[in-house]
């Protein structure tokens, strides 16, 4: 199963939400690993205020807020 990650970081209220609506959308498609940006200076550097930032395949596919219309294709193109 493909990988969706989410950078994120701790007490992002913004991430919290995000990942909630996410979830639902992928469950059983795509593997989904929640990064800590703050757990590695690289990610810090890139994603610092931008967080929560959903990313396939090295592309950003959503900001906050999620954009389900991006999910939706991603899933379709994967079917």
């Known amino acids: 199963m493909q ?5 994120s970081r701790q007490g992002c209220h ?11 959308l992928v469950r059983g498609r795509l593997a989904t ?9 690289d990610w810090r ?3 610092d ?10 592309k950003v596919i959503s900001e906050y807020p999620l954009d389900h219309q991006a999910v939706a294709a991603l899933l379709e ?3």
């Open 45 to 47: 550097e890139r994603f």
């Open 3 to 7: 990988t969706l990650y989410v950078y």
């Open 33 to 41: 690993e929640v990064r800590d940006i703050d757990s590695r200076p």
């Open 14 to 24: 913004l991430c919290e939400l995000l990942i909630e609506e996410l979830l639902p």
């Open 77 to 79: 193109t994967l079917a």
């Open 49 to 58: 205020m931008r967080v929560p930032v959903v990313e396939f395949e090295d």
